[in-house]
């Protein structure tokens, strides 16, 4: 069935440092792929998306791009902020749901 | 205002217990959901409900039932409360047809002793 793996957690950056969380799938053919962030205290709300291979999702500085040949949704950043510590969901789409990962908790310090 | 609330946000109870998790959406969907997160922090669905109406219903125990009176409200009663149950229950709401995005609340987590 489908299925989602991210890298463990925690990890903990620097100020401005390069992220990158990965992310691989096990689907049947192509599904969309979803990056899902938890600020701490609030709901998981949509980070952004891809719904084709090749696709790039990206939002607030974060990218990801479904490689269908890796079956991977890496999820990258350039420069993080202290304010983007938080718990990443990856996700696919399955049969009217979304299917996550676990979660990776991310830590920036100042 | 907030658009997903569940209630209450932290649950300690004993084991064999009943008890209800609620969940309210003021977003005007007509779609609700329940996830859990498990031990090893993966995000399981496992209801939903379209208009009050069933329409998943993942491999959860008989002991678990949810009740949606209102589209606005989708609610989690759990019977005979096990040690297993122990986890971060989630609820969330989305448009049908739209359940790529989902609004989720912040979570209950409820733990058992």
């Known amino acids: 069935g489908n299925s989602v793996t991210q890298m463990e957690g925690p990890v903990t950056l620097s100020e401005e440092a390069f992220l990158t969380i990965n992310c691989t799938y096990t689907?049947?053919?192509?599904?969309?792929l979803f990056w899902y962030v938890q600020y701490p205290g609030e709901g998981l709300q949509l980070l952004l998306k891809?719904?084709?291979?090749?696709d790039k999702g990206s939002n607030k500085g974060f990218e990801a791009t479904y490689r269908k040949e890796t079956t991977s949704f890496h999820l990258e950043k350039g420069s993080v902020q202290v304010s983007d510590s938080a718990v990443y969901f990856c996700a696919l789409k399955g049969a009217q749901k979304l299917v996550f990962g676990q979660g990776t908790r991310l830590t920036i310090n100042p | 205002d907030t658009a997903v609330s569940q209630t209450p946000k932290y649950l300690v109870t004993q084991m064999g217990n009943d008890k209800s998790i609620k969940c309210e959406q003021n977003?005007?969907?007509?779609?609700m959901y329940w996830y859990k997160q498990d031990s090893k922090k993966f995000l399981k669905i496992m209801f939903s409900?379209?208009?009050?109406?069933?329409?998943i219903n993942e491999t959860v125990p008989n002991r678990f039932s949810p009740k949606s009176p209102d589209k606005a409200h989708l609610n989690l009663h759990i019977n005979s409360l096990e040690l297993g149950d122990s986890a971060v229950y989630f609820c969330a709401s989305s448009q049908q047809g739209n359940f790529e995005k989902l609004f989720f609340g912040s979570g209950t987590q409820l733990s058992v002793l």
């Open positions: 977003l005007g969907h007509d779609t």
């Open positions: 409900y379209n208009n009050k109406e069933l329409i």
């Open positions: 891809a719904t084709k291979a090749d």
């Open positions: 689907a049947t053919g192509y599904p969309s």
